[in-house]
């Protein structure tokens, strides 16, 4: 077999395996972190502090509390790695100071972090907008406003 094949054959069976890997899944916030914040944050953050309540709060929140992060992007979309709901999650600093992690009552699986780094590299995402061939350009762009 030629290598030229060969390569061809590796580089088709690489496609495959990205387009089925779960990590091309798309995440939104009502569909798959609202439960998760639901479940692990709003008793204790929505009754003392105003963000993660709902989408809009939880995506312009700057930290206000912890001394380390005082000033930063709770969810930081042009930089998802410079997101503190992450850091506060996994419970370290980028720099690998550790900072307690949320919920202090026990971490979240490490799926369900992956899952909120996904959903904020994807670009934290509120909802899926469904758009059919009916739609005209304005009533679709009125979807995302």
Not at 127 to 140: H, P, Q, S
Request: proline residues 5%; aromatic residues 10%; hydrophobic residues 40%.
């Amino acid at each position: 077999m030629k290598l030229s094949n060969i390569f061809v054959i590796v580089l088709f069976a690489v496609c495959i395996g990205v387009l089925l890997s779960d990590a091309n899944e798309m995440y939104t916030y009502e569909k798959d972190i609202k439960p998760l914040l639901f479940t692990n944050c709003y008793l204790c953050h929505c009754q003392n502090y105003v963000f993660l309540c709902d989408y809009e709060s939880a995506i312009s929140y700057d930290c206000e509390v912890h001394l380390k992060t005082i000033g930063l992007p709770m969810i930081n979309v042009a930089n998802p790695d410079s997101s503190v709901i992450i850091w506060r999650l996994k419970g370290k600093l980028p720099s690998g100071e550790e900072i307690g992690t949320m919920p202090p009552a026990g971490s979240l699986s490490d799926e369900d972090i992956q899952k909120i780094v996904d959903w904020i590299k994807q670009g934290a995402p509120e909802d899926v907008v469904e758009v059919d061939d009916t739609m005209k350009w304005r009533d679709i762009k009125l979807k995302f406003k």
